[in-house]
């Protein structure tokens, strides 16, 4: 059974929080993954503008399926409830939940407002003056939806992680949950300016803007109410992410720039 040595309050996360300036997170990425995110946004000015449609498709893939990543990383946290103190566990799902009902609309203290699916809609609408389609077809015409359905299931495949049990599977996820969430933040800065710079404006684009850096402070506060930073678990999924994340836009760069 995994047991956290002390009583996980929100006074201890604080404390392990003001605790993170030699023992932080953030040093155990290596910057494969903003090199690649830079590397594809300064590729997209030279993609023809016909390309946008299928682009800005396979690439809302990859954006919509971080939603079902996220309530695969709850639903792991939860299905340890063999192995794991109640209170650390229960504290860490309700803090992984706040970023995900974001993605729907629901904010704490407002009223529901539109998911990030609508949002994206109207940015497709104001790029390609065209309407987002309503499904992912499974033909395979679309080369960017073929990219990011490939690099979605490998992400998806490494949440399952084969490991010695429940426990270490949810420090698993949540190592690579804070990682999707960290990396969001200059992800989400690159992606709008690089758009804005081609005269595009869009509220999807702010909103997630605006919100990244809350969202990262609760997935950092979520993996510090079940575990440690120094957990080697977390490490490797933190790692895991960030390569996975440079790989798909690696590829992503290599077709833009063909």
């Known amino acids: 059974m995994y047991v956290c040595h002390e009583c996980l309050t929100d006074s201890v996360v604080m404390r392990r929080m003001q605790r993170m300036t030699k023992g932080s997170l953030e040093q155990y990425l290596g910057g494969e993954a903003d090199r690649a995110i830079h590397a594809f946004y300064d590729a997209l000015p030279g993609l023809s503008r016909s390309e946008?449609?299928?682009?800005?498709?396979?690439?809302?893939?990859?954006?919509?399926?971080?939603?079902?990543?996220?309530?695969?990383?709850?639903?792991?946290?939860q299905m340890a409830?063999?192995?794991c103190d109640y209170t650390a566990r229960h504290r860490t799902v309700q803090l992984a939940l706040l970023p995900f009902c974001s993605e729907y609309g629901i904010e704490l203290k407002h009223d529901l407002q539109h998911n990030h699916r609508h949002l994206y809609a109207d940015f497709f609408r104001a790029a390609t003056g065209r309407a987002l389609p309503e499904r992912y077809p499974r033909e395979q015409d679309n080369r960017w939806l073929a990219v990011s359905r490939r690099?979605?299931?490998?992400?998806?495949d490494?949440?399952?992680?084969?490991?010695?049990?429940?426990?270490?599977?949810?420090?698993?996820?949540?190592?690579?949950y804070w990682a999707i969430e960290h990396l969001s933040i200059v992800e989400m800065d690159t992606m709008r300016l690089a758009?804005?710079?081609?005269g595009v404006q869009a509220t999807y684009l702010d909103a997630h803007c605006a919100v990244e850096e809350?969202?990262?402070?609760?997935?950092?506060?979520?993996?510090?109410?079940?575990?440690?930073?120094?957990?080697?678990?977390?490490?490797?999924?933190i790692r895991a992410h960030e390569a996975d994340l440079a790989g798909y836009y690696d590829e992503l760069t290599a077709m833009a720039r063909a």
């Open 52 to 77: 946008w449609p299928a682009l800005m498709h396979g690439m809302g893939y990859n954006f919509e399926h971080y939603d079902a990543l996220f309530a695969q990383v709850i639903a792991n946290l």
């Open 81 to 83: 409830l063999d192995d």
């Open 151 to 156: 690099w979605a299931s490998r992400m998806r």
């Open 158 to 176: 490494a949440l399952v992680h084969r490991s010695t049990g429940d426990a270490e599977r949810a420090r698993f996820n949540l190592g690579y």
């Open 195 to 198: 758009w804005n710079a081609l």
């Open 214 to 237: 809350d969202h990262d402070a609760y997935a950092t506060r979520a993996v510090l109410a079940f575990t440690t930073p120094e957990d080697e678990v977390v490490v490797r999924a």
